[in-house]
């Protein structure tokens, strides 16, 4: 028996997903900060599912880089984009881990087609459910709100 197929979004909305995409990360890098930053993106699919993506980035004034190739860059924009388009995931967080000047981590979950600051007790939660790659502690920091765009009369 063939699985069922996930719903296939028009083209009108993966562009405007895409476009959301897009000003997510450029109000999302400048709110991290200099520094060098890990972004976890985990979502479920709306058949159960579970997919993420990670992206290495520096920021530095006025700039920043990304420190994976383009294909891996490619993949976390491409989950990023279907998970705000949200036809074909149910749930996604979007975690960042900072390690300079310690460990510091917030996060943020997809709603409403946009990027929410998390409950820091729910990413407490979440945080410490993975495994450490060292021994520090990581600080749990709430994580500041992204401006978002202003919706077309498409949304």
Do not use: I
């Given at each position: 028996m063939p699985e069922?197929?996930?719903p296939r979004p028009d083209d009108a909305?993966?562009?405007?997903?895409m476009g959301r995409a897009l000003h997510a990360l450029t109000a999302?890098?400048?709110?991290?900060?200099?520094?060098?930053?890990?972004?976890?993106?985990?979502?479920?699919?709306?058949?159960?599912t579970e997919m993420s993506a990670d992206l290495h980035v520096s920021v530095e004034p006025d700039?920043?880089?990304?420190?994976?190739?383009?294909?891996e860059?490619?993949?976390?924009?491409v989950l990023l984009?279907?998970?705000?388009?949200?036809?074909?995931?149910r749930d996604a967080v979007l975690v960042?881990?900072?390690?300079?000047?310690?460990?510091?981590?917030?996060?943020?979950?997809?709603?409403?087609g946009w990027l929410h600051p998390m409950n820091t007790?729910?990413?407490?939660q979440t945080v410490t459910s993975m495994p450490a790659d060292d021994a520090a502690p990581l600080v749990v920091c709430h994580a500041p709100a992204l401006h978002r765009p202003h919706r077309t009369a498409k949304e």
């Amino acid at each position: 028996m063939p699985e069922p197929e996930l719903p296939r979004p028009d083209d009108a909305a993966t562009a405007l997903a895409m476009g959301r995409a897009l000003h997510a990360l450029t109000a999302l890098l400048p709110a991290l900060g200099e520094g060098s930053h890990a972004l976890n993106l985990n979502a479920e699919r709306t058949d159960g599912t579970e997919m993420s993506a990670d992206l290495h980035v520096s920021v530095e004034p006025d700039s920043w880089r990304v420190d994976h190739s383009a294909e891996e860059y490619v993949q976390f924009f491409v989950l990023l984009t279907f998970a705000l388009e949200s036809s074909t995931v149910r749930d996604a967080v979007l975690v960042a881990t900072t390690t300079d000047a310690g460990p510091r981590v917030c996060g943020w979950e997809v709603r409403a087609g946009w990027l929410h600051p998390m409950n820091t007790a729910e990413l407490h939660q979440t945080v410490t459910s993975m495994p450490a790659d060292d021994a520090a502690p990581l600080v749990v920091c709430h994580a500041p709100a992204l401006h978002r765009p202003h919706r077309t009369a498409k949304e």
